[in-house]
């Protein structure tokens, strides 16, 4: 599916373009965005080949993975980083994950790329199944998943090493008719 462009009320997701590097890297460049993630900040240099990557990975037959811009529909501005990537470990799943710009965090943007991003992966790909992962220090993610209606699943003890050690992850999924009971939109 090439290009993805799914809008909600103060959100759209769309494809990246070589523009929005300076806007990533204000994301993936931050301390305080990167502090839950499962790597420490990047240089411009690293987002410069991970946006790259990304637009590559847009164009693939068939396409597995979806690393979006999260931007504000007034506007257009870049707030956040998304990403859907097909699990080839399960039968029509994939895995989440989304980061957004310090200063736009606490206006409930998570919960609306999270919708987005299930909306993508139900409505226009099909799937059964959705998961995301995240840090056990990360409270606010917990919020944003469960408000986004997906379901802790477990602990993966020792999943992520980062900053010199091992992290656990907590784990959550959906299921499309879940997702449907709780208003997902056919769209």
Do not use: C
Request: charged share 25%; glycine share 10%.
């Amino acid at each position: 599916m090439y290009p993805v462009l799914r809008d909600d009320v103060r959100l759209s997701l769309r494809e990246l373009t070589i523009d929005d590097v300076d806007a990533v890297l204000a994301i993936y460049g931050s301390p305080d965005a990167t502090e839950h993630l499962s790597f420490t900040p990047r240089s411009r240099a690293e987002v410069g080949g991970i946006v790259a990557r990304s637009i590559a990975s847009a164009s693939a037959t068939p396409r597995d993975e979806y690393a979006l811009a999260v931007a504000a529909r007034s506007g257009g501005e870049l707030v956040g980083f998304a990403r859907l990537a097909l699990d080839p470990h399960q039968q029509s799943a994939a895995t989440i994950g989304f980061a957004l710009r310090p200063d736009t965090w606490g206006v409930g943007y998570g919960r609306e790329t999270v919708g987005l991003l299930l909306g993508l992966a139900f409505a226009d790909l099909g799937l059964h199944r959705v998961w995301a992962a995240r840090a056990p220090l990360n409270v606010a993610s917990e919020k944003t998943l469960l408000a986004a209606g997906l379901m802790e699943e477990g602990r993966i003890r020792g999943h992520v090493h980062v900053r010199g050690a091992w992290r656990d992850s907590i784990v959550y999924g959906v299921l499309r008719e879940e997702w449907e009971e709780q208003g997902g939109k056919r769209t």
